[in-house]
């Protein structure tokens, strides 16, 4: 309005802040579906192998039930705007877990896994309240970039000092326990170049040399992580545990791709894997033989000495058809000693089926996609390397072992993602799932303006 030659300007009202739900009923609401399909199928297991119901069905249930229910009050607590899908996955991904082992243990009864998987599993359950009871901000972590990277690269070195198993040396055995270290330093080693990669976008994105197509940065930039990165690895050649050396190996171009934006950087990292996967497999005996066997899976049939162990899993997927030969009917246990571990997935394969197997890795799928989605609403540059380097974690480790068990890839040795026998791979797995829920109660409590702070 104007009044004596003087305009009013009225100033508008300020935007209502938009209060995003914060959908813990939806969390508490699939935790509980979670665990009555792992109660249904542990049920199922029972009833198709000695007709009655397991006697231990209810402990089972009351157990996974408790720990659930423990995990999402903390998630409700201390980060009430998380994502509401990541919990329940990893409860229904560790539940059908347990219930495959069991079903396996019925035939092995001499090593009895499944006790002992849930033991690890209560252990992994009890870290994730830890993680996301303690660290109330992602960012702390940024202050510990180096601490991270020493203590990877100890945890990758310990085992070399140990006897090998199944001719890799990945494992620490005392007094008839075992742990796992380099599922430990798969974490340590994200957040060390989540952090790193962070502090030097800027730098690795500037080209100061050119060779033809590529930009290179300087190498007092990119000399520290390619270092890292070249140590690890060689540390894991040495363990001949290439596994993981692939896995390592693919966060690492993953996220400098992801910092600097530059595809050149995955037409490297492809170029170094072809080489680094020639030299090794043909100097290699042991990395030689498994290569040999993808590339002729039924050779010893046709040698008159049996199946092998990648042609037995090739033989359980076909049996399991499009639905299954159901639980606790299959044959997968003439895999051998490995079936728990690296080749569980087959039972899921005969057992479920195609259907069932395209619901697991659906799963998956949905868990690196919850991850990626935090990483992209995350405003931080390390909060957003260190989302998608974990969700890139599992996305890696679940096609290295599904390519691996049906011969699209060469066998690499390592544990399914919370389905597989292995209490170092559970543990860390639960760790991986409290960082990303606190990524992404993060995330959306940006988008909700800060008002839950």
């Known amino acids: 309005m104007s ?66 229910l423990v995990a999402h009050l ?50 992994g359950v009890a870290l994730f309240i830890v993680v996301v009871l303690v660290l109330r901000d992602h960012r702390v972590l940024q202050r510990y970039t180096y601490v991270s990277v020493a203590a990877a690269l100890i945890l990758l070195t310990v085992p070399i000092l140990f006897p090998a198993v199944n001719g890799a040396r990945i494992w620490i055995r005392v007094a008839g326990f075992s742990i796992q270290p380099g599922e430990f330093a798969k974490v340590l080693l994200a957040v060390f170049f989540a952090a790193y990669l962070a502090a030097n976008r800027g730098a690795l994105t500037y080209a100061d040399h050119r060779i033809r197509w590529l930009h290179l940065p300087t190498g007092r930039v990119l000399g520290p992580i390619v270092a890292v990165w070249l140590v690890s690895v060689g540390v894991l050649v040495l363990e001949r545990d ?42 290699e005996p042991h990395v030689h033989g498994r290569i040999e066997t993808w590339l002729h899976p039924f050779a010893s049939i046709e040698a008159g000495e049996g199946p092998n162990q990648l042609a037995q899993s090739l033989f359980a997927f076909a049996e399991g058809g499009m639905l299954g030969t159901g639980l606790g009917l299959g044959h ?77 890839i060469p066998l690499t040795g390592m544990a399914m993602p919370f389905l597989a026998q292995g209490g170092s791979s559970v543990v860390t797995n639960w760790t991986i799932v409290a960082l990303l829920v606190r990524l992404s109660d993060s995330a959306r409590r940006q988008g909700d303006g800060g008002a839950a702070r």
Request: glycine share 14%.
């Open 3 to 68: 009044k004596a030659g003087i305009t009013l300007a009225t100033a508008d009202p300020p935007a209502p802040t938009v209060r995003l739900p914060r959908r813990r009923g939806i969390e508490l609401t699939l935790i509980v579906l979670a665990v009555l399909l792992s109660v249904y199928g542990y049920c199922a297991v029972g009833l198709a192998r000695n007709g009655s119901v397991p006697p231990g069905a209810a402990g089972y249930g009351a157990g996974l039930g408790v720990l659930a």
């Open 74 to 123: 903390a998630v409700r607590w201390r980060a009430s705007h998380a994502d509401p899908l990541l919990l329940p996955i990893g409860v229904l991904l560790n539940g059908l877990g347990l219930v495959l082992i069991y079903r396996l243990d019925l035939e092995t009864p001499g090593a009895p896994a499944a006790p002992t998987q849930l033991v690890w599993s209560t252990l």
């Open 242 to 283: 290439l596994g993981t050396s692939l896995l390592f190996f693919g966060l690492f171009v993953v996220l400098l791709y992801v910092a600097t934006g530059r595809t050149g950087w995955i037409a490297v990292g492809l170029l170094l894997a072809s080489l680094g996967a020639v030299a090794v497999g043909r100097l």
């Open 332 to 408: 997968s246990v003439l895999i051998g000693f490995a079936v728990k571990s690296d080749f569980i997935l087959a039972t899921a394969g005969e057992e479920l089926g195609l259907a069932g197997l395209s619901a697991i890795f659906l799963l998956y799928g949905l868990l690196v996609e919850r991850g990626y989605r935090a990483g992209l609403a995350l405003r931080d540059p390390f909060g957003r390397l260190l989302a998608v380097g974990l969700a890139s974690l599992v996305a890696l480790q679940v096609f290295v072992i599904a390519g691996g068990v049906t011969g699209l």
